[in-house]
């Protein structure tokens, strides 16, 4: 009898040891598509009623962070403004650049540096009602918080063909700014087409520009949302839709400092990608093309289906510099994930900024996913009071953070709150364990007063 409940007492307990383990791989599954691997508890929260924000580190021991925003709330008035901090977060001034006879002016791009001027696109609609479409050119040492010295107009129009132009992105190098975008036609064929211009930094003369022309001779829309400088290479990426807007295909281009291509890749799901935000973004992308170390680094939200918030996900790929894919990391969720910005650091670890969008509670959640050097997987960590996350930087062993309407500062050692394990879980596994413990101690009872 007492070898038989042994035995008895032995498949229980293996059975108790079943289902924990089962229950273990769920939760971990369930985490890994349901809930983010910890969060963010940063040391210091700035607020900044302010979108499209940038920024950038000057003279090592400045912040210069540039955004638009309101004048009169709830009206077309917009100024754009560049914000001094020190890396404590402490504001220490500021510049705006505002006309009021203006309209709804935007910024169109990130600001860049050549080491003294900082340059930005904007666009406004002006007293004539005309869509003025422009370089800002802002001089740091002008007056006590700087001053914009220069504006340089970008034609609308480019030429007979092409009617209409917009810029995603710039780049100085060398004593000349590259602008990337998209232009639109004239002849019934309206999808807009890649369009890259090289412009004298000093007078904002336009030395020459390339419109990408179609892939093969159906219809296509095409455009460049990023660029970078590389070793003397261009390197563009953006967006590829063949004809009937089935489908929108990642893009990649490696170009020479004059425009001539040197190679393209193009790639995607069945479904729609995006080098830019998907469903339940705000204003679009900061920036998510990075080129470190001899690769290229870009981050996407794919597999976005029409009409359906809980299909969007968010990837990170890797290129060599000849174009070869190296490396693909992908977050999936329940709900609407969406990139904003890539970033990454001197160590190669790399930072995916955007954020997880529920259409049904309608609530957005500041994301950041991590992937190490040599690890195999992304690493997810959510900032609860942000609703977005969109640019970064990182100033000795510091993350400092820009989303929608706020910066934060913390440490990746100490401020992100790792939780392998959801807490939810916790309680039903401890109550099957108890359950199972107590009919136990019944049973080995009873085989006793049986005995």
């Known amino acids: 009898m007492g070898e038989h409940n042994s035995l008895r007492l032995l498949a229980l307990f293996l059975f108790i040891f079943i289902v924990v383990s089962i229950s273990l791989a769920e939760a ?5 598509y349901d809930h983010p691997n910890g969060y963010i508890v940063p040391e210091k929260y700035i607020p900044i009623n302010g979108s499209r924000m940038s920024m950038l580190i000057y003279n090592e021991s ?41 309209n709804w002016t935007t910024l169109c791009t990130r600001a ?19 869509d003025l479409l422009a370089v800002l050119k802002f001089d740091p040492y002008a007056g006590e918080n700087g001053s914009v010295v220069d504006m340089f107009p970008i034609p609308t129009q480019i030429d007979d063909l092409h009617n209409e132009t917009g810029i995603g992105d710039l780049i100085y190098y060398n004593g000349y700014l590259y602008l990337a975008g998209a232009v639109a036609r004239t002849d019934g064929d309206y999808g807009g087409k890649g369009f890259l211009c090289c412009m004298d930094a000093q007078n904002g003369d336009i030395l020459w520009y390339d419109i990408e022309e179609n892939q093969s001779n159906i219809y296509e829309v095409t455009s460049h949302t990023y660029i970078e400088i590389y ?28 425009g001539t291509l040197i190679w393209r890749k193009i790639w995607g799901s069945p479904n729609w990608d995006y080098s830019y935000e998907g469903n339940g973004g705000y ?9 470190r170390n001899n ?13 359906n918030y809980t299909a969007d996900n968010v990837s990170i790929y890797k290129f060599t510099l000849d174009g070869e894919l190296v490396g693909e990391w992908k977050w999936s969720s329940n709900l609407a994930d969406g ?24 609530t957005h959640t500041a994301t950041m996913w991590i992937l190490h050097p040599n ?37 990746e050692d100490s401020d992100i709150i790792v939780a392998e394990f959801p807490m939810i879980y916790i309680l039903p596994i401890l109550t099957i364990i108890l359950t199972l413990e107590l009919k136990v101690r019944v049973f080995c009872n009873r085989e006793v007063i049986m005995i």
């Open 28 to 32: 971990e599954i369930l985490m890994e």
């Open 62 to 102: 400045r912040i210069l962070i540039v955004y638009y925003h309101w004048v009169i709330p709830q009206s077309s008035k917009f100024a754009i403004t560049f914000l001094w901090m020190d890396y404590d977060g402490n504001i220490l001034g500021n510049y705006t650049f505002y006309n009021s006879s203006w």
């Open 112 to 130: 860049i540096t050549d080491g003294r001027y900082v340059y930005i696109v904007f666009i406004t609609s002006t007293e004539s009602g005309d």
């Open 231 to 258: 070793n003397d290479t261009l390197y563009l990426y953006g967006v590829w839709t063949p004809c009937m807007y089935v489908q929108s295909d990642l893009k990649l281009e490696a170009r020479t400092l004059n």
């Open 283 to 291: 204003v679009g992308a900061e920036h998510l093309l990075a080129v």
């Open 295 to 307: 690769y290229i680094y870009v981050g996407a939200t794919v597999d976005m289906k029409l009409f």
């Open 339 to 362: 990139a904003s910005g890539i970033y990454v650091a001197d160590n190669g670890t790399t930072y995916l900024l955007g954020y997880i969008y529920d259409d049904y509670e309608n």
């Open 375 to 411: 690890s195999t997987s992304l690493k997810c960590y959510a900032y609860y009071d942000g609703k977005d996350a969109r640019y970064m930087r990182i100033i000795n062993g510091k993350i400092y953070l820009l989303g929608h309407h706020y910066l934060i500062i913390f440490s």
